[in-house]
């Protein structure tokens, strides 16, 4: 868990958020143990940008994975800083119910929860492996 929250903080400092001055950060441990980081990445023309999560599972996908088995997040501004709405039907997508999400500040993990509790009725598919 502690490597997941350094991977999230570490992603955080290179966020590019030049609009919102809201930087997040998130990792992925994916089946296989790797561990994927990612940033928002935003764009002048709102609301083109991506956020934290979407990174991430973006370079999970890339580097061959394709299940997620814990997540972290952190944002700069904000402790405790959940997932948005796309961002939780995103990891319900590649997670199971009971994929814990870690919840973080600026010293570490501060709550766990899963994917079911953050989208209790998420949209449902067995197309991903």
């Known amino acids: 868990m502690q490597d997941l929250f350094e991977a999230a903080r570490g992603a955080m400092a290179r966020a590019h958020a030049p609009y919102s001055k809201f930087p997040v950060g998130a990792a992925i441990r994916a089946e296989d ?9 935003e764009n002048l023309s709102f609301p083109e940008g991506w956020c934290a999560e979407t990174t991430a599972i973006s370079h999970m996908i890339m580097g061959g994975a394709k299940r997620i088995v814990e997540v972290a997040v952190i944002a700069e501004k904000l402790a405790l800083c959940p997932p948005c709405g796309g961002c939780r039907q ?4 590649f997670s199971d119910a009971g994929t814990k999400l870690y919840l973080c500040d600026e010293t570490g993990v501060k709550k766990t929860m899963t994917i079911a509790e953050i989208l209790p009725h998420s949209f449902a598919t067995d197309v991903i492996g």
């Open 33 to 41: 143990g790797a561990i994927y980081a990612g940033a928002n990445i």
């Open 90 to 93: 995103r990891l319900a997508e």
